[in-house]
């Protein structure tokens, strides 16, 4: 049995990023950084004078593509293989730490990570999700590592667009409803069922303050909610998986979102709004009364989550492709962890109702 909780340290303090030499130079004396463009242009000069100080060269920056995808990944690994860099150091949201872990793997490196957003937990898992190059989920990889060390500058978090944080209180939440589906497959262990004891605080923690946290972005100061939901998101979310790990893993709602990524329209849609709304889809599938699905889309409604379609840009689907989403999404990896066996026209059926149920209470709530 092999366990893996989360990364091996985790720190997250107000300007944290300026004594960021302090932590990395025990992992050796040069770095290659990479990200996204913005991340990279919000952390490097900071970085870069810290690694500095404590005698640390960072010889690289590097885009790190864009996408999570194989291609990128292969020409990371090209370009830095033959490098003499000690330690690799990633920034960004989850797309740029999955594609990263991977890279690391492959060339046995430690891994710093520096999230610019609180938007999914990528930062605390073993495991990489990956794309095609157009931004369509292909799979799960098992072939990356966790973190050695997570470094998150509540600052930075505080200043980037609240979106992102809405979309990890999203994508967070799916945690309690796919691990209470997830786990009925399994025998009970210590670890599956401190997985699901996780799953139900994080549930909580997010109901009692995810707007609170929301408001305090809104409103530039960094709060104790803020702070709370920020490991909530990175950290404590990412332990659900780690301690329950196949057993605890994505169910419905995250192979929805990989389903409704076909649609490119989706794509300006963040990875965290479309799995909120695939939690009302798989919450239909289990037979969820609508009063209860209404209780959480008021929820939604508070923090600023998605609950239709057409507020992820989806509208008119045709007969079509009503069909390709319903035979893709029940091909992903994720839904083989329902309780039952899904199929295509579950899928359609689901995605409707949720759709449908959203509507009646879209008044007054934004299309994205």
């Not at 303090?13 to 130079?25: C, H, R, V």
């Given at each position: 049995m092999k366990v893996t909780v989360g990364p091996a340290q985790y720190f997250?303090?107000?300007?944290?990023?300026?004594?960021?030499?302090?932590?990395?130079?025990?992992f050796g004396k040069t770095a290659a950084l990479i990200g996204g463009h913005t991340s990279r242009e919000i952390v490097e000069v900071s970085l870069r004078k810290s690694l500095s100080e404590h005698g640390i060269s960072?010889?690289?920056?590097?885009?790190?593509?864009?996408?999570?995808?194989?291609?990128?990944?292969?020409?990371?690994v090209a370009e830095l293989k033959a490098e003499n860099i000690d330690v690799l150091i990633v920034t960004g949201g989850g797309k740029a730490i999955?594609?990263?872990?991977?890279?690391?793997?492959?060339?046995?490196?430690?891994?710093?990570?520096?999230p610019t957003i609180a938007a999914t937990c990528a930062a605390a898992t073993p495991i990489s999700i990956l794309y095609s190059n157009e931004g369509e989920f292909i799979?799960?990889?098992r072939k990356a590592k966790a973190p050695d060390l997570v470094m998150v500058d509540t600052e930075i978090i505080m200043k980037a667009p609240v979106r992102f944080?809405?979309?990890?209180?999203?994508?967070?939440?799916?945690?309690?409803?796919?691990?209470?589906?997830?786990?009925?497959?399994?025998?009970?262990?210590?670890?599956?069922?401190t997985a699901i004891a996780i799953a139900g605080q994080v549930y909580q923690t997010l109901l009692e303050i995810g707007k609170e946290a929301v408001t305090s972005i809104n409103a530039q100061r960094v709060t104790k909610e803020l702070e709370d939901v920020i490991d909530t998101v990175i950290l404590v979310s990412g332990s659900v998986s780690g301690y329950g790990g196949d057993d605890c893993r994505?169910?419905?709602a995250h192979a929805i979102y990989s389903g409704l990524t076909i649609f490119p329209e989706v794509h300006e849609t963040y990875h965290g709004e479309i799995v909120a709304f695939g939690i009302l889809a798989q919450?239909?599938?289990?037979?969820?009364?609508?009063?209860?699905?209404?209780?959480?889309?008021?929820?939604?409604?508070?923090?600023?989550?998605?609950?239709?379609?057409?507020?992820?840009?989806?509208?008119?689907?045709?007969?079509?492709q009503w069909k390709k989403l319903g035979e893709i999404t029940v091909t992903i990896e994720d839904m083989a962890n329902m309780p039952f066996e899904v199929t295509p026209d579950m899928v359609i059926e689901a995605v409707r109702q949720a759709d449908q149920i959203g509507n009646t209470m879209l008044s007054g709530s934004p299309v994205r």
């Open positions: 997250r303090d107000k300007g944290l990023l300026e004594d960021a030499g302090t932590y990395i130079k025990n960072l010889k690289h920056s590097l885009w790190y593509g864009g996408e999570s995808s194989e291609s990128n990944i292969d020409r990371l999955d594609t990263v872990k991977a890279v690391a793997y492959r060339l046995n490196k430690p891994l710093v990570a520096i799979g799960i990889e944080l809405i979309a990890g209180i999203g994508d967070t939440l799916a945690k309690y409803f796919e691990t209470k589906s997830s786990v009925k497959k399994a025998t009970p262990t210590a670890l599956n069922q994505t169910a419905g919450l239909c599938m289990e037979k969820t009364s609508d009063d209860e699905l209404k209780t959480l889309i008021s929820y939604y409604q508070e923090v600023g989550l998605p609950f239709t379609l057409k507020q992820m840009g989806i509208m008119n689907l045709t007969d079509s």
